[in-house]
């Protein structure tokens, strides 16, 4: 069993930057990929980014490419969500997931284990 918490969410301006962070316990972190997925009120929860157990492969949706990006740190058992260049309609409940592939996947349902999510609100 894979315990996620998230963190790092909050209220920004539009331009602005945020890190989140997943800290994972249980299981073998470094055994899993990982990914990050957001939900907007009313909408899908739709899939951000991913990265490999070893961190060599990562993968972003389109809307994302070139303004976040996605890291590990094994040791720490953490992965991390850099958010630059912030958008309104990036505004969404982020959550982090574990999963037991061990390359980048991106729908929900390859996924095994959630976080709670974190807020990230986005002002114009």
């Known amino acids: 069993q894979v315990h996620l918490v998230e963190s790092g969410g909050g209220l920004v301006q539009a331009g602005g930057s945020l890190r989140l962070s997943c800290a994972a316990s249980?299981?073998?972190?470094?055994?899993?990929?990982m990914g990050w997925f957001r939900q907007a009120p009313g909408k899908e929860r739709d899939f951000v980014a991913a990265?490999?157990?070893?961190?060599?492969?990562?993968y972003y949706a389109d809307s994302v490419k070139g303004r976040f990006t996605i890291s590990r740190d094994n040791f720490k058992n953490a992965v991390y969500l850099q958010m630059n260049s912030l958008k309104p309609e990036d505004t969404a409940v982020y959550y982090c997931?574990?999963?037991?592939?061990?390359?980048?996947?991106?729908?929900?349902?390859?996924?095994?284990?959630w976080g709670q999510g974190t807020q990230v609100t986005v002002s114009s």
């Open positions: 249980g299981g073998t972190f470094s055994a899993n990929s």
């Open positions: 997931a574990a999963t037991g592939y061990t390359s980048v996947v991106v729908t929900t349902e390859q996924y095994d284990y």
């Open positions: 990265i490999s157990w070893s961190g060599a492969t990562t």
